[in-house]
């Protein structure tokens, strides 16, 4: 087996694809890409040729030659690819669907607003100082949790849907991580917060942690 993740600390991307390699128990080697340093290592000839989006994570299986941006996409290969020890979907459509629109919610509508490069124009085209960068994603993580709260209170159990880990945990964690991170009072959101404390006190999730990651600064 040869897996490589190329990834950023503190990406939530790159988070959840760490989260789901731990669930599956799968060693893989971590190459990091630092979105800052000289003026973001995404932009460089050598890494677009690997991922034309310059955005992170890119992972790349080598058994199987291939080659995934979105974390998503990867996530769901490593399900199919990798069945054990865990799955991370349902095994009924229904129930496949609602796992999804839950992830959906964090990972397509909630964090893309918050992403670096958002925040980077908003800075240096919107004339936004750190104060209105600050409020700007409480408000969009504040939206996101009030419509997640409301879709996960009557199936969740010890995580966002019932008593398995699922994708949309993974996609979770990251987006309370980043909450936390820029001050969003969680005690506004209760459940979603006990769905946090519980999937990071796993180790695979505690080891997936942004500070736990070779490039943590």
Not at 1 to 10: E, I, K, N, P, V
Not at 27 to 37: F, G, I, Q, S
Not at 126 to 147: P, S, Y
Request: hydrophobic share 40%; with cysteine; net charge neutral.
């Amino acid at each position: 087996m040869s897996l490589t993740l190329h990834g950023y600390w503190r990406s939530s991307a790159s988070y959840r694809v760490r989260i789901a390699l731990n669930l599956k128990q799968l060693d893989y080697e971590y190459v990091p890409v630092h979105l800052v340093n000289n003026g973001g290592e995404q932009k460089s000839d050598a890494y677009q040729r690997l991922n034309p989006s310059k955005l992170v994570p890119t992972f790349v299986d080598s058994d199987a030659d291939i080659t995934l941006s979105q974390s998503l996409a990867i996530i769901e290969y490593l399900d199919e690819k990798y069945p054990e020890p865990c799955l991370l979907m349902p095994k009924h459509a229904q129930d496949r669907a609602r796992v999804r629109m839950l992830a959906y919610d964090m990972a397509c509508d909630t964090q893309p607003l918050a992403n670096l490069r958002v925040l980077n124009r908003l800075k240096s085209d919107f004339d936004a100082d750190d104060a209105a960068v600050k409020a700007w994603v409480q408000h969009w993580v504040t939206e996101g949790f009030n419509g997640l709260s409301k879709k996960i209170e009557t199936r969740a159990g010890k995580y966002a849907y019932g008593y398995q880990v699922s994708l949309a945990d993974i996609c979770i964690v990251p987006q309370v991580y980043n909450a936390l991170r820029f001050g969003v009072d969680m005690t506004a959101f209760p459940l979603i917060h006990k769905i946090y404390k519980n999937c990071t006190s796993l180790d695979a999730f505690a080891q997936a942690a942004p500070e736990n990651q070779p490039d943590a600064v």
